[in-house]
């Protein structure tokens, strides 16, 4: 289950998709197939491989890339969450869900 998202994210994450951007979209999410998990980061990109490549290039395996037209990510949780949106740049989402 996914929360702690506003549409207008959602939409602005979406969009970004769609024109073949390297978009991250973290959310808060509880599954049981992963205890101690409480986010995710939506990588996606709706060019698989340009999504393909930027897995390989942050030591990730695109098979696990969700193909899910028009809306293709990567789940990225646990250890490798934090050290890439650092990477990434992405301090809003490392300082709002409390991953620093």
Request: with cysteine; glycine share 8%.
């Amino acid at each position: 289950m996914a929360f702690g998202v506003k549409r207008e994210e959602l939409n602005r994450w979406k969009q970004a998709v769609l024109d073949g951007e390297i978009a991250f979209l973290t959310h808060y999410w509880l599954d049981p197939r992963f205890p101690g998990i409480t986010t995710v980061t939506k990588v996606g990109c709706s060019d698989l491989g340009r999504l393909a490549d930027w897995c390989r290039d942050n030591g990730l395996p695109p098979q696990h890339i969700h193909n899910r037209p028009p809306f293709p990510h990567f789940d990225l949780i646990g250890s490798k969450q934090p050290e890439i949106l650092k990477r990434e740049g992405q301090w809003d989402q490392l300082r709002r869900f409390k991953l620093l």
